[in-house]
């Protein structure tokens, strides 16, 4: 067998033989054991994805070690985050994620830091419209005041200056807002399409970087 | 940033620093939480509709209330969950808790404690087992509601505190989803609210009154048209409209207010940016 | 009353939810901690996780008769072989096993969920009583049809058919307007949940005083040029 | 959302047939017919019949935006979002965004651009990492490679703080986000902005487009990102794939057009689609 074999074409085949089978046992009737089988397959994957999230953690491991030992700018935070990482593992061996001490570091270190930065989507979104909404083309011009209907139309003072806003608000929602992203899922659904066809086939070569 | 001199004020209302608009935002969104700033709001028909559902619930009878907040979704929730609460030991209706959510009884029992201390000296005459009981969490999502609600003493026989069922006096005549006057649904981004309506609603015709975050308000609206759900509370907003139609102004008539001046900042924002934009325009064109 | 650990954390959250906060001011120490912090509680909470499904989901079924599951847990284990270059290229066989198990799941589903179901969806009925409705529900196919056809890609239209992926466009402007403006109000309603916690009454004061600290901090940090403004 | 609106396909019964489950066979009928048209036109292309592209005006940006950050001497940064590969709903936009990661880590490696690569998803990090290193590798610049930072396994949501601040930190010069967003979209592209950067954005998950949409130079919307790979492709072959895509479009829009015509004259076929 020669290297290009086993290297870059079984892998290929290994990808097409899992995909036809999860996809054929979804529609045609199959014993109930077959059928448990596509099923396992995606735990598999799972449980894949979980060794490479092993495998990711100790190259963050070996990032950070590599700046603490040449002493790189700022090498003093790799020691905070090594600390956090230990900790955060050392809580998970001794009393599961469902330990005490490992749910007091998710519920007063992880918690407090995403919440946060997820709301800080507010304060970017506010600086993005100030930035970008202009009413330069008629284009921005469409989405800048449907925007600005939909202010309004959760906006108590909005309300009340322009009571008609509430129902205005309802039927972007339900019409125009729906036809768009109705028409654009459709589209989405035929690119996945599209994209996994040429995956399973082996026609999309970079996704095994072969 | 020097070049100041030449720079008209068109030009700066279109280039304020990012960190200006950001400090007016947080201004805008915290300041109403601390100062009371009581603003106008218009009570929709939505809310109108919920409220007096629960002013029509008879006294002693019972309802079953479902309970999913978590620490994202309390905020919104929170305040209508314990306005909820006074209402029904106002009315002395007696209510059933039950959660699908590991992490949400405790929401509940805070919500009862603040109610109860609302209510001051009626609180006071509350009892654990007369006035509610806490079933705590149910596991297994539709299949544990489904069956929870065919029978509740097969499911379960001992309360939160690991009390009797048959102990509790709230729960003598009930064991079914058809024993309840109505259910109450306290929904997180969860989306359990189609479990209810297909299971309890759905079987029983026991009518529901729901509550939910404000981003998900819109996928409800339609059963409340098809009449699957006889009330619906969107977010924070919809709390403080409660809290308008039961005259008493609290923190989410306070979060209401802290959003309507947020909408005040961005329109500020978009409007200034504009005349700026338009401003130059014209110059150019010159 | 609230027990020490809980009150310790508590505190801990306030201080790292003001110093998350001061990461709109730019990149600085102060944000980095709090960065840094959470990078390690991330990383280590999904790295734990992952462990516990390795044992859940892996492990577990074989201990319990399924052995053919320990074919997932050798595939796993060749994701490790990347460590050296020489057997690196072992990893693309698990890698394989991912994607087509993705994609067979994700192409079965989303020729219902996101293609027939859409459909079904936007055929419509225009002869009910309600005359709004009939024109509302015109209105949705037509805005419909023509968004689909914008991204047409083969083909380009030409004369007057140009205004059929021209209103498509529109629409989908209209609809990104929509959930800008609508989405605005959760991410304020996330910040108000956040101040929400800081103003609890157990921890006000302490909030106070960590605000002050850490503008403290930055103030002296801009000041002497040790921090740089952009 | 939609999945509140309707009942899942399998509960509709219309009779049984052996061989395929029920309530399937119109999903398998379009999944098949699609498919077909995608392999019909792959074989016209072999034979050199290629469809017709509509110009795509991001596809020209990519050599823009990486030759500019050569130029100012800062980063380019590709930012894959957070569609995990476990999760098969997620994962196909992330594989969308592999070939625009290989075609960027090959310009990077050509105008000597600095690449950095972020990302919290595991799977996905094995997959970049031997796509940009191969990249470097076939360039001839295997030593600007470096194999602890041009591509990071940052795991959760500490990489998103993580790239907020280190884009920040690095002024970066060029940033390409795409892949399946959902809170991040805003985040990564508005500090982007203020960074400096020239930004390249797309996502498949409707309701975050609006946000690269706005705060990007250059949008890719819903399926153009699926689009991409074809596009960016040296072999002309991918390109039947949209082709056979646009087939799938025209079928949806005449049963759409031709089910509310038939509605109109008393045929209900929604029932039929869920057979």
């Known amino acids: 067998m020669s290297e290009n074999v086993y290297k870059n074409q079984l892998p290929f085949a290994v990808l097409f033989i899992v995909g036809v089978f999860v996809i054929l046992t979804y529609f045609f009737q199959v014993p109930p054991e077959i059928s448990a089988m596509a099923g396992d397959l995606t735990t598999f994957g799972a449980v894949i994805a979980s060794f490479g999230i092993l495998l990711g ?85 469409i989405m800048m005041t449907v ?41 989405v659904a035929l690119g996945l399409l599209g994209i996994g066809t040429r995956a399973i086939l082996g026609r999309y070569r970079e996704v095994l970087t072969a | 940033m020097r070049m100041s001199e030449k720079k008209t004020l068109m030009d700066l209302i279109g280039d304020i620093d990012r960190r200006v608009v950001f400090g007016f935002l947080f201004l805008a969104l915290v300041g109403p939480l601390i100062i009371s700033i009581p603003l106008p709001l218009p009570v929709t028909g939505f809310v109108k509709q919920y409220h007096e559902f629960l002013e029509s619930i008879p006294a002693g009878a019972v309802v079953g209330f479902d309970v999913e907040l978590t620490g994202a979704t309390d905020p919104q929730l929170g305040p209508d969950l314990t306005l909820v609460f006074i209402q029904l030991f106002r009315r002395d209706v007696k209510s059933v808790i039950w959660c699908m959510t590991a992490e949400s009884p405790v929401f509940a029992t805070n919500a009862i404690n603040n109610a109860l201390k609302t209510l001051g000296e009626k609180g006071a005459t509350k009892k654990y087992g007369v006035d509610w009981v806490e079933l705590g969490y149910i596991a297994g999502t539709e299949t544990g509601l489904t069956a929870l609600m065919t029978g509740i003493r097969q499911v379960i026989s001992k309360d939160m505190y690991g ?89 989410a008539t306070a979060q209401t207010s802290a959003l309507a001046l947020g909408g005040v900042v961005i329109l500020a924002m978009l409007l200034l940016g504009n005349i700026s934009y338009l401003d130059k325009r014209r110059r150019q064109r010159k | 009353m609230i027990d020490p650990l809980t009150f310790a954390g508590m505190l801990i959250a306030a201080a790292l939810t003001l110093m998350t906060y001061s990461m709109l001011l730019g990149d600085q120490p102060v944000a980095q901690t709090a960065e840094n ?194 | ?141 295997i030593d600007k490679f470096d194999p602890t930072y041009t591509v990071l396994y940052v795991g959760g949501y500490g990489q998103t703080y993580y790239v907020l601040n280190s884009m920040w930190r690095e002024r970066v010069a060029g940033t390409f986000i795409i892949g399946s967003l959902y809170h991040q979209a805003i985040l990564f ?43 960016l492709s040296k072999d002309p072959i991918p390109t039947g794939q949209l082709a056979g895509q646009d087939i799938g479009k025209i079928l949806a829009v005449i049963l759409i057009l031709g089910g509310t015509l038939l509605l109109l004259a008393g045929f209900d076929i929604r029932r039929l689609l869920t057979m």
């Not at chain 1, 007063?108 to 202009?134: G, H, Q, V």
């Not at chain 1, 003072?157 to 929602?173: C, K, R």
């Not at chain 3, 490790?80 to 072992?90: G, K, Q, V």
């Not at chain 3, 024109?135 to 007057?160: C, D, Q, R, W």
């Open chain 1, 57 to 141: 953690t100790l190259a963050l491991v070996r990032y950070h070690v590599v700046l603490m030992y040449r002493k790189k700018k700022n090498w003093q935070f790799s020691i905070l985050t090594m600390i956090v990482l230990a900790a955060t593992l050392l809580t998970g061996l001794i009393g599961s994620s469902r330990g005490k001490d490992f749910l007091w570091i998710y519920n007063y270190l992880n918690i407090p830091i995403n919440a946060t930065l997820y709301s800080t989507t507010a304060f970017f979104i506010t600086s993005a419209a100030y930035r970008t909404f202009k009413l330069r083309t008629f284009d921005s011009a």
């Open chain 1, 147 to 187: 925007a600005v209907l939909m202010i309004l139309s959760w906006m108590t003072l909005g309300n009340l200056a322009f009571p008609a806003t509430i129902e205005i608000g309802d039927w972007i929602l339900k019409i125009p807002n729906s036809a768009g992203f109705r028409g654009m899922t459709i589209g």
């Open chain 2, 163 to 251: 009390k009797a069922l048959d102990d509790l006096p709230a729960m003598k005549n009930v064991n079914t989803g058809k024993d309840f006057y109505a259910v109450i649904w306290h929904s997180g981004s969860a989306g359990s609210v189609p479990y209810g309506i297909r299971q309890i609603n759905g079987r029983f015709g026991t009518p529901m009154l729901v509550a939910v975050t404000s981003n998900e308000f819109p996928l409800y609206v339609t059963y409340l048209a098809a009449g699957q759900i006889r009330g619906l509370i969107g977010g924070a907003r919809g709390a403080a409209e409660h809290e308008t139609l039961m005259k008493t102004a609290g923190l």
């Open chain 3, 37 to 230: 912090i959470l990078v390690g509680a991330t990383t280590g909470y999904e790295a734990w996780l992952a462990i516990e499904f390795i044992q859940r989901a892996g492990w577990a079924p074989v201990a319990t008769g399924k052995t053919y599951f320990v074919i997932s847990l050798i595939l796993g284990f060749m994701m490790f072989f990347r460590l050296h270059r020489s057997t690196a290229w072992l990893y693309k066989y698990p890698t394989a096993v991912v994607l087509g198990a993705g994609f067979g799941v994700a192409m079965r589903a989303a020729i219902f969920s996101q293609f027939l179901d859409q459909i079904r969806g936007t055929i419509l009925p225009l002869t009910t009583p309600d005359a709004m409705t009939n024109i509302n529900n015109l209105l949705m196919i037509i805005l419909t049809v023509t968004a689909t056809v914008y991204f047409i890609f083969s083909h380009e239209f030409k004369g007057p058919l140009t205004g059929i992926p021209r209103l498509g466009r529109y629409t989908l402007l209209a609809a990104f307007g929509a959930a800008f403006g609508s989405t605005i109000q959760f991410r304020y309603e996330l910040v108000v949940g956040r101040g929400l916690f800081l103003l609890r009454p157990e921890i006000v004061s302490y909030s106070v005083f960590f605000l002050i600290l850490i503008l403290a901090a930055l103030a002296i940090g801009y000041k002497t040029k040790k921090i740089t403004w952009y």
């Open chain 4, 1 to 141: 959302m939609q999945s509140v609106k309707y009942a899942s396909p399998s509960k509709y019964q219309f009779g049984r047939l052996g061989l395929i489950v029920s309530g399937r066979i119109v999903g398998l009928l379009s999944l098949v017919l699609i498919i077909a048209m995608m392999l019909w036109y792959m074989e016209k292309g072999k034979r050199g019949k290629l469809p017709r592209l509509r110009k795509l005006a991001v596809i020209d940006a990519f050599p823009e935006v990486v030759g500019r950050a050569t130029e100012m001497g800062r980063p380019v940064y590709y930012l894959l979002g957070e569609g995990r590969m476990d999760r098969p709903m997620d994962m196909p936009a992330t594989v969308a965004s592999f070939a625009p990661l290989q075609y960027v880590a090959e310009l990077c490696a050509k105008y000597d651009a600095k690449l950095h690569v972020p990302t919290e998803l595991a799977v996905a990090y094995d997959i970049s990492y031997e796509l940009v290193r191969s990249a470097y590798l076939k360039a001839g610049k």
């Open chain 4, 189 to 231: 592209a508005e500090v982007g902005a203020r960074a400096g950067a020239l930004q390249i954005g797309g996502t498949d998950t409707t309701h975050n487009i609006p946000f690269l949409v706005s705060a990007c130079d250059y949008g890719i919307i819903g399926e153009e990102i699926y689009a991409l790979s074809a596009y």
